[in-house]
């Protein structure tokens, strides 16, 4: 059943981070108040007095929560892609479409999240994705984002590149970003060879591509989400 595979892989990447040891790499330490011994007796940090409460939940929360948005970037992804298959019977290959990118004059091979092709639509899957076609094109191939928070200029170039790649391939690229927080100057640069959507606007269109209501699902997941959420936040 669909709903019983979008909770394992809920369940899989959520435990990731829930599961994760943050103070292992610390060595004799185990838990927060070691860690806090740890920072009072660190020449480097103890004269600035470091070994607080808040210090640890910066520190040591930074590096969890740092993870988590790298899950749910993964679970999105995953969620996505299961869809596709799934509503649309979208095949292996086409889930993992790639295209070959010159960037500052050195090859890259990109994959994207995803394509679909217009000709291998239903005619009621097709009659309902037309209505977010933005441009002419034999199908649209998706790039899944949580979140984006990474400014990086090579990283923003590439994406552009793989966008005019895939409008050279007849086909229209579509990001999905599913957040209201990312950071405002990459999204505005990309949107330009995008057709982009982000937040609830990002679900609406997942809604449409799939006939699944993605956000009403999650927001059914609480009690299940709630758990792994008090777990890794009950870490520091």
């Given at each position: 059943?669909?709903?019983?595979?979008?909770?394992?892989?809920?369940s899989?990447?959520?435990?990731?981070?829930?599961?994760?040891?943050?103070?292992?790499?610390?060595?004799?330490?185990?838990?927060r108040?070691?860690?806090?011994?740890?920072?009072?007796?660190?020449?480097?940090?103890?004269?600035?007095?470091l070994?607080?409460?808040?210090?640890?939940?910066?520190?040591?929360?930074?590096?969890?929560?740092?993870?988590?948005?790298?899950?749910?970037?993964?679970?999105?992804?995953?969620t996505?892609?299961?869809?596709?298959?799934?509503?649309?019977?979208?095949?292996?290959?086409?889930?993992?479409?790639?295209?070959?990118?010159?960037?500052?004059?050195?090859?890259?091979?990109?994959?994207?999240?995803?394509l679909?092709?217009?000709?291998?639509?239903?005619?009621?899957?097709?009659?309902?994705?037309?209505?977010?076609?933005?441009?002419?094109?034999?199908?649209?191939?998706?790039?899944?984002?949580?979140?984006?928070?990474?400014?990086?200029?090579?990283?923003?170039?590439?994406?552009?590149?793989?966008?005019?790649?895939?409008?050279?391939?007849?086909?229209?690229?579509?990001?999905?970003?599913?957040?209201?927080?990312?950071?405002?100057?990459?999204?505005?640069?990309?949107?330009?060879?995008?057709?982009?959507?982000?937040?609830?606007?990002?679900?609406?269109?997942?809604?449409?591509?799939?006939?699944?209501?993605?956000?009403?699902?999650?927001?059914?997941?609480?009690p299940?989400?709630?758990?792994?959420?008090?777990r890794?936040?009950?870490?520091?």
């Open positions: 059943m669909l709903e019983d595979r979008l909770r394992q892989i809920i899989k990447h959520l435990s990731g981070v829930a599961d994760f040891k943050p103070y292992k790499k610390f060595k004799g330490v185990s838990d108040e070691g860690f806090i011994k740890l920072v009072g007796e660190d020449p480097a940090f103890a004269p600035f007095y070994n607080n409460e808040k210090y640890v939940t910066a520190r040591i929360g930074g590096n969890s929560v740092t993870s988590l948005h790298r899950k749910l970037g993964a679970l999105y992804e995953e996505f892609k299961t869809l596709l298959a799934e509503r649309l019977g979208v095949k292996a290959d086409d889930l993992n479409f790639s295209v070959g990118l010159d960037v500052r004059g050195k090859e890259q091979k990109r994959s994207t999240d995803g679909i092709r217009y000709d291998l639509l239903r005619p009621k899957d097709y009659k309902r994705i037309s209505a977010l076609r933005r441009q002419e094109a034999s199908g649209m191939a998706f790039e899944v984002r949580s979140c984006y928070q990474i400014g990086d200029s090579k990283r923003i170039q590439a994406d552009g590149h793989m966008a005019l790649e895939l409008q050279r391939l007849n086909i229209e690229p579509v990001m999905l970003i599913f957040c209201n927080s990312s950071l405002v100057s990459p999204v505005k640069r990309l949107s330009k060879s995008w057709s982009l959507y982000a937040g609830r606007d990002a679900f609406d269109a997942v809604t449409v591509i799939t006939d699944f209501d993605l956000y009403r699902f999650l927001q059914d997941q609480a299940m989400i709630q758990k792994f959420i008090n890794i936040f009950d870490k520091f």
